[in-house]
């Protein structure tokens, strides 16, 4: 195990703690099981780890909301088993669902979490106008709650837990379902309280870029520490075995990642830029890989990434996911388009949602749909699947025109909405037969497709669970699987990885990729802008307009260049949104 403290004093100490969950009529769950770890005091400590190794039980543990089963667990020297209202007392604890109250306005909300903290009058004068500051939502203390994008509601809520001065901050997962302009404005937050005023702060992420830029990380894996120390010590796990692939240009890095998986040797691979970037088990760089050809392979700079992937496989021993093989792949026609559409308007009153967008997607294309929380995305999808009504424009989707018969099109496509959809008190069996009934499949023909869903997204060991009990990514291999029942030529996903951690999110496109070489059309939203690689054409969306649009490659090179730094998707998604805003007057964002 890593161990590298140094010398500051620590403010929450864990000494082989112990904590079991057993539910009535399901199996007893080991959230932690003999955890121990150190976070230093005025530093920034991540918790990475896959869905399922304890991060939120830690957490909840350390506020006193949860108590261990066994160990010790003491957090600014108080006992947490002994005096948890003393610690609730000094802290300060923003859960991945924080309860704002969308019926109150911004000031409200945080007037009421004042109250419920005791802030005086005076502490509100010193402490509001910073928050405002910090937060940039002094111009929105006027507006309901429930009208914030999803990023101001993520401030808003660090507000609100902010408004008395923690000793220790507490932060669950706090950028999921965030776009990389919010993200980059929550971190800028985070970073300032932790650079000026020395704050301590634990968080747990999704993302491992964020973990990167912590001074201290936390490795969790099915309840056990693997690794801990600073983000440098767990990136050299992956010294000399991290390797880039230039592609000629008739390669495609989605397709290339995607054989290399194959390879027994390899412990990850992603597109990265037009490449392949791919980890080995040793570092013996392409050696006879068929998956690289002609490729020209070099080695490459690790990152914090490589290191908890090559960390991950070797200590918990998982394999890729295999790719998904379909029954009756869809047939091609050449060059057919799957989607086409043509100043497309969507108004809500006097609020226009969408603006006049127009694109055309390839039948077994990827097409990835990017843009801030409130740019129309979600509205976007609700009309391309026939569930919500464009008050003008043209769509054609698998042949139909969506605007005149839905019904048409409806058979033909599969959604995955953005949170999970599905009926939680249905076993995850249940739920696919009712889905199944719901697409029309009677007989042999339902038996073959549910047993066809079980076996291609692995879900076998959790048949008989509530759907509403799994974790995050067997949740959204479910949503998935359902989707696909009845054999879409066209599959809609909107968000579908956020909040999943990077091994679910890896599975999650290696079957994408599956299906697209199939000849399934797929559109995909994604707040992971390195998701957004896997794409054929991507379309950047903010106010209800489409920005830009092309291949990856012509996207990246609209990001603002920096000396010695290689722009990357998400630099350019945020230089392309802040250009459009600083040339256009702000509007109103859908919620």
Same mark, same amino acid.
């Given at each position: 195990?890593?161990?590298?403290?140094?010398?500051?004093?620590?403010?929450?100490?864990?000494?082989?703690?112990?904590?079991?969950?057993?539910?009535?009529?399901?199996?007893?769950?080991?959230?932690?099981?003999?955890?121990?770890?150190?976070?230093?005091?005025?530093?920034?400590?991540?918790?990475?780890?896959?869905?399922?190794?304890?991060?939120?039980?830690?957490?909840?543990?350390?506020?006193?909301?949860?108590?261990?089963?066994?160990?010790?667990?003491?957090?600014?020297?108080?006992?947490?088993?002994?005096?948890?209202? @003393?610690?609730?007392?000094?802290?300060?604890?923003?859960?991945?669902?924080?309860?704002?109250?969308?019926?109150?306005?911004?000031?409200?909300?945080?007037?009421?979490?004042?109250?419920?903290?005791?802030?005086?009058?005076?502490?509100?004068?010193?402490?509001?106008?910073?928050?405002?500051?910090?937060?940039?939502?002094?111009?929105?203390?006027?507006?309901?709650?429930?009208?914030?994008?999803?990023?101001?509601?993520?401030?808003?809520?660090?507000?609100?837990?902010?408004?008395?001065?923690?000793?220790?901050?507490?932060?669950?997962?706090?950028?999921?379902?965030?776009?990389?302009?919010?993200?980059?404005?929550?971190?800028?937050?985070?970073?300032?309280?932790?650079?000026?005023?020395?704050?301590?702060?634990?968080?747990?992420?999704?993302?491992?870029?964020?973990?990167?830029?912590?001074?201290?990380?936390?490795?969790?894996?099915?309840?056990?520490?693997?690794?801990?120390?600073?983000?440098?010590?767990?990136?050299?796990?992956?010294?000399?075995?991290?390797?880039?692939?230039?592609?000629?240009?008739?390669?495609?890095?989605?397709?290339?990642?995607?054989?290399?998986?194959?390879?027994?040797?390899?412990?990850?691979?992603?597109?990265?830029?037009?490449?392949?970037?791919?980890?080995?088990?040793?570092?013996?760089?392409?050696?006879?890989?068929?998956?690289?050809?002609?490729?020209?392979?070099?080695?490459?700079?690790?990152?914090?990434?490589?290191?908890?992937?090559?960390?991950?496989?070797?200590?918990?021993?998982?394999?890729?996911?295999?790719?998904?093989?379909?029954?009756?792949?869809?047939?091609?026609?050449?060059?057919?388009?799957?989607?086409?559409?043509?100043?497309?308007?969507?108004?809500?009153?006097?609020?226009?949602?969408?603006?006049?967008?127009?694109?055309?997607? @390839?039948?077994?294309?990827?097409?990835?749909?990017?843009?801030?929380?409130?740019?129309?995305?979600?509205?976007?999808?609700?009309?391309?699947?026939?569930?919500?009504?464009?008050?003008?424009?043209?769509?054609?989707?698998?042949?139909?025109?969506?605007?005149?018969?839905?019904?048409?099109?409806? %058979?033909?496509? %599969?959604?995955?909405?953005?949170?999970?959809?599905?009926?939680?008190?249905?076993?995850?069996?249940?739920?696919?037969?009712?889905?199944?009934?719901?697409?029309?499949?009677?007989?042999?023909?339902?038996?073959?497709?549910?047993?066809?869903?079980?076996?291609?997204?692995?879900? %076998?060991?959790?048949?008989?669970?509530?759907?509403?009990?799994?974790?995050?990514?067997?949740? @959204?291999?479910?949503?998935?699987?359902?989707?696909?029942?009845?054999?879409?030529?066209?599959?809609?996903?909107?968000?579908?990885?956020?909040?999943?951690?990077?091994?679910?999110?890896?599975?999650?496109?290696?079957?994408?990729?599956?299906?697209?070489?199939?000849?399934?059309?797929?559109?995909?939203?994604?707040?992971?802008?390195?998701?957004?690689?896997?794409?054929?054409?991507?379309?950047?969306?903010?106010?209800?307009?489409?920005?830009?649009?092309?291949?990856?490659?012509?996207?990246?090179?609209?990001?603002?260049?920096?000396? %010695?730094?290689?722009?990357?998707?998400?630099?350019?998604?945020?230089?392309?949104?802040?250009?459009?805003?600083?040339?256009?007057?702000?509007?109103?964002?859908?919620?």
């Amino acid at each position: 195990m890593i161990n590298t403290n140094g010398s500051a004093p620590s403010v929450l100490v864990a000494r082989d703690v112990h904590k079991r969950f057993a539910p009535p009529k399901l199996p007893a769950v080991q959230a932690l099981d003999g955890v121990s770890f150190e976070a230093p005091r005025g530093m920034l400590t991540a918790l990475v780890g896959p869905d399922g190794a304890g991060k939120t039980t830690l957490i909840r543990l350390a506020t006193g909301l949860l108590r261990a089963d066994s160990g010790e667990l003491t957090v600014l020297g108080i006992d947490a088993a002994a005096d948890p209202q @003393q610690i609730q007392d000094r802290i300060s604890y923003m859960p991945q669902r924080f309860g704002l109250y969308e019926d109150l306005t911004v000031a409200e909300n945080i007037d009421l979490y004042a109250d419920l903290h005791g802030v005086t009058p005076e502490a509100r004068a010193e402490r509001y106008p910073r928050l405002m500051e910090m937060t940039a939502l002094g111009p929105f203390k006027g507006r309901l709650a429930g009208k914030l994008s999803g990023g101001m509601k993520q401030k808003l809520g660090l507000a609100c837990t902010l408004v008395r001065s923690p000793e220790l901050l507490l932060l669950d997962e706090p950028t999921v379902g965030v776009d990389p302009l919010s993200r980059r404005e929550l971190w800028d937050i985070v970073r300032q309280l932790v650079d000026t005023q020395g704050l301590t702060v634990l968080l747990s992420t999704a993302y491992l870029d964020e973990a990167e830029r912590c001074g201290h990380v936390i490795v969790l894996h099915q309840g056990k520490v693997l690794a801990q120390g600073r983000p440098s010590d767990i990136t050299s796990i992956a010294n000399g075995k991290v390797f880039v692939a230039e592609l000629p240009e008739e390669q495609s890095p989605r397709g290339v990642q995607s054989r290399l998986l194959d390879e027994a040797d390899v412990i990850d691979a992603v597109p990265d830029g037009g490449r392949v970037r791919f980890v080995r088990g040793v570092g013996n760089g392409a050696g006879d890989s068929k998956a690289l050809n002609s490729a020209k392979v070099s080695p490459a700079v690790p990152r914090f990434e490589d290191g908890f992937m090559s960390l991950l496989r070797r200590v918990a021993n998982q394999e890729h996911a295999a790719a998904i093989a379909l029954d009756r792949p869809p047939v091609a026609h050449g060059d057919e388009v799957a989607v086409h559409v043509r100043n497309l308007v969507r108004k809500f009153g006097a609020f226009t949602a969408v603006d006049h967008i127009s694109f055309d997607v @390839q039948r077994g294309a990827i097409f990835g749909l990017l843009g801030p929380n409130g740019a129309g995305k979600t509205t976007t999808f609700r009309m391309l699947c026939g569930l919500l009504s464009a008050t003008d424009g043209e769509l054609r989707v698998a042949g139909a025109d969506v605007r005149h018969s839905r019904a048409a099109a409806r %058979g033909r496509l %599969g959604y995955v909405a953005q949170k999970f959809s599905l009926y939680g008190a249905l076993t995850v069996f249940e739920n696919l037969e009712f889905f199944a009934s719901a697409y029309g499949l009677r007989g042999a023909r339902k038996s073959a497709r549910i047993t066809w869903a079980m076996e291609q997204f692995e879900l %076998g060991t959790h048949a008989q669970e509530p759907s509403g009990q799994l974790p995050g990514g067997f949740k @959204q291999r479910l949503a998935m699987a359902a989707a696909l029942l009845h054999e879409p030529e066209i599959l809609f996903l909107d968000e579908p990885t956020s909040g999943a951690d990077p091994l679910a999110r890896r599975a999650f496109w290696r079957r994408i990729t599956a299906l697209a070489e199939q000849g399934v059309t797929i559109i995909v939203t994604t707040h992971f802008m390195q998701e957004a690689e896997y794409c054929d054409q991507i379309a950047i969306m903010d106010a209800g307009r489409v920005l830009a649009a092309g291949r990856p490659s012509e996207i990246r090179h609209l990001a603002d260049l920096h000396k %010695g730094h290689e722009p990357t998707m998400e630099d350019a998604f945020i230089a392309v949104v802040e250009r459009s805003r600083r040339a256009t007057p702000a509007r109103e964002v859908a919620a």
